[in-house]
């Protein structure tokens, strides 16, 4: 999440598992499974953390065509570093706010005159994230490779991330007073960093994946890569959404109503019990033959390969006290007293399985982009889907854990999916492009099916482009614009907290982007990203969820940033930068619209020699209250003011 702020375009909601599904151009990533490591699929829903990543790249408009499913509004691959033929280390102590602490290695071995070995290890904890959850997190990666530059190369490595995070579950709306309308709904006068849940709440997970890969060159022009990848992720969340305390059968001494009238510190809150229990087991195989060649009179440059997947996922439910679980009672708490330390046992819950989704999914595909004429280029590409969802669903009565009645659906999904482009580079410095293409969501991308859904066709998107890059004289600044078109058919809206499953039917959104990045002098670096949404519209409503005509939710009229540093001399470089969004209105606009924001942020860094240097960043430094993450019954404030320090040994 910290990588992506730096991505114009980029929302977030507090969906309601506690997961935090990311938005680009409006439309989900994470919901639809739009989250990729080394370009293969990374659908589970944890706390990911950047330590074994080289870098984490933002694919904009629609892909199912590179992808398979989802890619609506974008994808985001996370690029894992690679072993060397250098030796070379890192190590980094991050000290800062809220106790936090952070250790990370990256260790590079050349083993032999072909292969190296890589060893990425991470340890984080903190007392609070500056946003109400605390953090205590673990990561070890390792990768060797041998054969490198030879013909056949190969990769195997191992990723394992474990987590016992806190969480933020959220924080309730409140209105000015009690004939304010819904309108005027807003935050908490709370700061972000104030915890209100259980002492034994948690979000426990783990990820841990094992990839193979074999690179075969057949020749200076043609390679075929192919890669496995087998993976195991768990999650177990206790959580406690916060909620103003009203009056009723459970708390008879609340009043009626809370507004900020007669908020304060003796305002209650209650907590409620939030949980999510579930695994997930992946097995994903992709290869891909890429080759330069000569035919008909132009050039070549075709990309060609199969994918497959297998993905199992169970969920577990808690027996309720009736069923024979234990009887958890989880008390109030009041504004004033945050972090109060109240406990319940968890590890008493008793878990069943609720259900269980198995998928498979096999994909085909081909590309080719051809040098028609000296300084134009065509693209044209074609996938063909197939996958097949089998859904379980458990249940027992109120009262007793017996009988079990099983429900099972089946979801078969044969879907085509192509893009179309056309490139114009008149110099090396400038190219200019048109694109069209199309993607699909179906109704398993969120692992689970009903009578509602099951049979309802995959939702469809059409994604418009054109723009440019253009680079400096010299190659050290490039801009680049885009300007898109998204159509998305038959939209569902599926929210699991409420049960409603509908297709509000059709959606649009327009708008510009503008990326510039490198050096205005060799001392000023600058680096920019902007987008503007002015057109987003709810095309064919649904009959309850947002409404025709409305501007669909979590869709900002504009975001972005802009982050710059200065060399002063040799040792010395400092850096400021800002994060800006526009208005926006949580998911199923429920009436009101959540204000914009700008946070600022310094650095300052010391390079004592070529292996030694010293890094201080302050984030928001004007300590903006903002609601970072937003649902229609809560929102998760984005971090206060916080200051961390780094050391970076080099050796």
């Not at 885009?482 to 039917?505: C, I, M």
Request: neutral net charge; contains cysteine.
């Amino acid at each position: 999440k910290e990588a992506l702020k730096n991505t114009a375009g980029i929302s977030f909601l507090a969906a309601e598992g506690g997961e935090e599904d990311i938005r680009l151009r409006g439309f989900p990533l994470q919901a639809s499974g739009d989250i990729f490591v080394d370009a293969i699929r990374d659908p589970a829903f944890y706390d990911r953390d950047t330590f074994n990543f080289d870098r984490v790249e933002v694919l904009r408009g629609s892909a199912s065509m590179l992808f398979g499913r989802g890619s609506t509004g974008g994808a985001v691959n996370q690029v894992s570093k690679v072993p060397r033929l250098i030796n070379e280390n890192q190590a980094e102590l991050t000290l800062g706010s809220y106790n936090f602490v952070r250790a990370v290695a990256d260790l590079n071995v050349h083993t032999g005159e072909n292969s190296a070995l890589r060893i990425n290890a991470m340890a984080n904890t903190a007392d609070n994230d500056g946003a109400g959850s605390r953090i205590r997190k673990a990561g070890i990666a390792g990768a060797f490779r041998w054969g490198i530059g030879e013909r056949d190369e190969f990769t195997a490595s191992l990723f394992y991330l474990e987590n016992r995070n806190g969480i933020n579950y959220g924080l309730p709306w409140i209105r000015p007073s009690a004939t304010s309308p819904v309108s005027d709904t807003q935050m908490l006068p709370l700061p972000p960093q104030n915890y209100y849940g259980m002492a034994s709440d948690v979000n426990e997970g783990s990820a841990g994946y094992g990839t193979f890969t074999h690179l075969h060159r057949f020749d200076a022009d043609t390679e075929l890569r192919s890669q496995l990848r087998v993976g195991r992720y768990t999650r177990d969340q206790r959580a406690s959404a916060i909620r103003l305390c009203r009056q009723s059968t459970a708390n008879p001494d609340c009043p009626e109503n809370v507004t900020l009238d007669d908020f304060g510190s003796s305002t209650q809150l209650t907590r409620g019990t939030n949980l999510k229990k579930q695994d997930l087991d992946t097995v994903y195989g992709q290869s891909d033959y890429a080759t330069r060649f000569q035919a008909w009179g132009v050039r070549h440059e075709m990309l060609t390969g199969v994918d497959f997947a297998w993905e199992k996922k169970k969920v577990y439910a808690a027996l309720t006290p009736a069923q024979g679980g234990p009887a958890l009672v989880k008390p109030k708490t009041t504004a004033g007293d945050p972090d109060d330390g109240a406990w319940i046992d968890e590890s008493s819950r008793v878990f069943r399985t609720a259900s269980q989704y198995d998928a498979k999914g096999v994909g085909i595909y081909a590309q080719d982009l051809i040098q028609v004429a000296p300084a134009w280029k065509v693209l044209a590409g074609l996938r063909y889907d197939w996958l097949q969802g089998d859904y379980d669903t458990f249940s027992i009565p109120n009262n007793a854990t017996s009988p079990v009645t099983t429900s099972s659906y089946r979801m078969k999904v044969s879907q085509w999916s192509g893009r179309l482009g056309l490139m114009y580079q008149p110099t090396p410095l400038s190219s200019y492009y048109a694109s069209a293409a199309n993607s699909f969501n179906t109704s398993g991308d969120a692992y689970s099916l009903s009578a509602s859904n099951v049979d309802i066709p995959p939702e469809q998107s059409v994604n418009m482009e054109i723009g440019a890059r253009i680079d400096s004289d010299d190659k050290r600044f490039t801009t680049r614009v885009a300007a898109f078109w998204t159509n998305k058919y038959q939209e569902r809206n599926t929210d699991p907290l409420v049960n409603l499953v509908t297709l509000s039917g059709k959606r649009h959104a327009a708008g510009l982007e503008v990326d510039l990045s490198g050096r205005l002098t060799p001392r000023w670096e600058v680096f920019g990203s902007y987008m503007w949404l002015p057109i987003a519209n709810i095309d064919v409503g649904a009959a309850t969820g947002e409404s025709q005509g409305s501007r669909p939710s979590l869709t900002p009229l504009y975001s972005g940033t802009l982050w710059s540093t200065y060399q002063l001399d040799a040792r010395w470089r400092v850096g400021a930068g800002i994060n800006f969004q526009g208005w926006q209105t949580p998911n199923r606009n429920p009436g009101w619209e959540v204000p914009g924001y700008v946070t600022g942020d310094l650095m300052a860094e010391y390079v004592a020699s070529e292996s030694v240097s010293v890094k201080a960043y302050v984030n928001n430094i004007t300590d903006v209250l903002y609601a970072n993450s937003l649902y229609s019954a809560h929102y998760v404030p984005g971090p206060g003011r916080m200051l961390q320090v780094t050391a970076t040994l080099r050796f």
